[in-house]
């Protein structure tokens, strides 16, 4: 497996991973998957200050990580959102672990501090969703810094949402300027 930049080539790929959890969980409290140009959009949105990678495979791409603002206010700049989907039959063999390791080295070379996931958290678990994505999430050092209580509706139930944080900078009182992505310094080992 190896983790690179995704291309504007890779939508269409990319897209058929993300639909299949709009589709068939709860995970994205998407109804409907974006179009191809929605998505292609929003990948090009993201990649003008930010990363969005992707784990490839001799079976082609197995899943896809990337950053955005936090909040769109000057004094969250040292802070992201971190996104990570992976292939269905891709899950359980280190591609989420591989493409979060490689996003957060990105990120850090931006200058970039705290990283936050937002999480569809079932209260209690079902068809549609687990608590895997908290738990990885754990896993990668994230710890629950909030919680909101049967905020969202899909497939006739209710779903908690939980977010998430981790450091992975300090928090000196003049910091450095976060700079736009550039692709140096993300991919390391893999």
């Not at 140009?37 to 992707?54: C, Q």
């Not at 678990?125 to 909030?146: I, K, V, W």
């Amino acid at each position: 497996m190896t983790v690179r930049d995704a291309r504007p080539s890779d939508a269409g790929a990319l897209l058929g991973i993300y639909a299949w959890y709009v589709r068939h969980t709860a995970v994205s409290f998407e109804y409907e998957p974006p179009t191809p140009e929605e998505f292609r959009r929003r990948m090009i949105r993201t990649t003008a200050k930010y990363p969005w990678l992707v784990a490839e495979g001799a079976g082609g791409l197995l899943g896809y990580a990337y950053a955005g603002p936090f909040k769109g206010r000057a004094a969250y700049d040292w802070s992201c959102e971190t996104t990570v989907y992976v292939a269905r039959e891709a899950r359980g063999r280190g591609v989420g672990r591989a493409l979060y390791g490689a996003l957060e080295r990105a990120l850090q070379s931006m200058g970039v501090r705290n990283l936050y996931a937002c999480i569809a958290y079932p209260d209690p678990e079902d068809e549609y969703l687990s608590l895997a994505s908290p738990r990885f999430h754990a896993r990668m050092g994230y710890a629950e810094a909030g919680r909101f209580h049967r905020c969202a509706s899909k497939f006739g139930r209710w779903y908690d949402m939980v977010w998430m944080e981790k450091f992975i900078g300090g928090h000196e009182a003049e910091p450095m300027h976060v700079k736009a992505y550039d692709g140096a310094g993300a991919f390391g080992s893999n």
